[in-house]
C-alpha cells in the first residue's frame, strides 16, 4: 500500500438528549460530509459505561442517537452506522494500545482531571483509559480524518501518538509483512501501519451556548430545559424557548464587532447564522439596529422550519424500534469486516497466534 485511503471515523456517546448545539456542532457536518468522503458513524456505547456502569436505559439512548443520525440525513446505505459494542475489534485494540501508551500520557488529559475532579482515586479505570478506547475506535478502521471539537482535541493528539509509537516500535516488521506506509517521522522514516489521524474542520466552528447563560455552552446535563433545544422538541417548544432565551436591554449591533461584550446575542446571531447558512455579518445587516422582539420571532420562525422536520422524522424513527436494529445491525457486519482485516494483520505484527 503507497498511501493510506482517505476516511472519516467520527463517534457519539448515547448519553441525554441531543440538541441544537449537537446538530449545528456535528451532525449538520456529517450529513455534509457523507457526499465527499467514505464515512463510518459509530454511537460509543462502551464510552457511556467509563463514568456509571449502571444505566437504566441504554439502549434506548443508543436507538435515540441512531435516530438522530437518520433523521438529520445520514444515510446507512452510503455511509456504515452502527454501535461500537457490536464490534468486539474496538475493545480487542484498545487492549493493545493500553500496552503502547504510557501512564503519563493518560495523566495528562485534562478531560480525565475534570471529570475525575478531586476523588480521582475513586475513578473508574475505564475513565483513565477512555482516550486509549477512543484511539482504537478511530484506527480500527485506519482512519485518516475525525471531525472534532474543542473537548476532543487532545484525545485526538493522544490518537496519534499512540499510532505513532507503534509504527516506531513495529517498523521492522511492518516493512517485512508489507503493510506498511513509508512515513516521514521527523527527519526519520517509517513503515506506518496506522495512519496519523488529523482533525477535520469543515467551515466555522459552530459553538452554540445555552440560551439561559451565554457564556455556558448548552449542554445535554444543565438541569434546565429551558436552556437548549431539543432535537425531538416540537415547533411549539422550539418558539417558546427561542422567547425565553435570555438577552439584554440593548438592540442588535449593526457590526459584528459589537457582539463582543455580549454573549447572549452572540449566541442567538450565531445560531441565526449557522442555521441560515449565511455569516454573523449578513444576519446583522438585517437586524441591525432592531430589538431582540422582532429578532427574537425571526429565529423561532427560521429554526422550526428547520429543526421540525427533523423532529418529525426523529419521532417516527424512534416508534420503529425494529428499524433502528436493524440499521445497527447491518452497519455493525459492515463495520466488523473492515475491523477484523485490521486485527489480523495486528496480531501478525505483533506476532499474536490468530486461529
Known amino acids: 500500500m503507497s498511501e493510506f485511503r482517505e476516511l472519516v471515523f467520527s463517534g457519539v456517546q448515547p448519553t441525554g438528549n441531543l440538541h ?6 456535528a451532525l449538520q457536518k456529517f450529513v455534509a460530509l457523507q457526499d465527499s468522503h467514505e464515512c463510518i458513524y459509530c454511537v460509543v456505547d462502551l464510552h457511556s459505561l467509563t463514568a456509571t456502569m449502571a444505566h437504566d436505559d441504554l439502549a434506548d439512548q443508543t436507538r435515540s442517537i441512531t435516530a438522530a443520525f437518520l ?7 452510503k455511509n456504515i452506522v452502527f454501535n461500537q459494542s457490536q464490534v468486539l475489534q474496538h475493545a480487542e485494540l484498545a487492549w493493545i494500545f493500553n500496552c503502547v501508551a504510557r501512564i503519563g500520557w493518560m495523566n495528562r488529559m485534562t478531560q480525565f482531571k475534570d471529570k475525575a475532579g478531586k476523588d480521582r482515586e475513586n475513578a473508574s479505570l475505564g475513565l483513565l483509559a477512555y482516550p486509549s478506547l477512543m484511539a482504537a475506535d478511530i484506527l480500527v478502521y485506519r482512519a485518516t480524518h475525525v471531525p472534532v471539537g474543542d473537548d476532543q482535541k487532545q484525545h485526538l493528539e493522544l490518537t496519534r501518538d499512540i499510532a505513532q ?3 516506531n516500535d513495529f517498523s521492522g516488521r511492518i516493512a517485512e509483512l508489507g503493510y506498511g506506509v513509508e512515513m516521514e517521522v521527523g527527519e526519520e522514516k517509517v513503515n506506518g501501519f496506522f495512519p496519523l489521524t488529523e482533525p477535520l474542520i469543515e467551515g466555522a466552528i459552530t459553538r452554540v451556548m445555552s440560551l439561559r447563560d451565554g457564556s455556558k455552552k448548552m449542554s445535554k446535563s444543565d438541569p434546565s430545559d429551558l436552556s437548549r433545544i431539543n432535537l425531538t422538541d416540537d415547533a411549539d417548544a422550539i418558539a417558546k424557548k427561542i422567547k425565553k432565551a435570555k438577552t439584554d436591554p440593548e438592540a442588535l449591533p449593526s457590526e459584528v464587532d459589537g457582539l ?3 454573549p447572549e446575542a452572540q449566541n442567538l446571531v450565531g445560531i441565526y447564522a449557522a442555521l441560515s447558512g449565511v455569516g454573523k455579518a449578513d ?3 438585517e437586524f441591525g439596529g432592531r430589538q431582540f422582539s422582532e429578532f427574537k420571532p425571526a429565529l423561532a420562525e427560521l429554526a422550526v422550519e428547520k429543526l421540525s422536520p427533523i423532529a418529525g422524522e426523529m419521532r417516527r424513527i424512534l416508534a420503529d424500534p425494529a428499524y433502528i436494529d436493524g ?3 447491518e452497519g455493525a457486519g459492515r463495520a466488523r469486516e473492515k475491523a477484523e482485516a485490521t486485527m489480523k494483520m495486528v496480531r501478525e505484527i505483533i506476532g499474536l497466534i490468530d486461529g
Open 283 to 285: 444576519v446583522l445587516a
Open 165 to 167: 509509537k507503534f509504527n
Open 260 to 262: 463582543a461584550e455580549r
Open 20 to 25: 441544537l448545539g449537537n446538530y449545528l456542532g
Open 71 to 77: 433523521a438529520s440525513g445520514i444515510d446507512p446505505k
Open 327 to 329: 440499521v445497527l445491525r
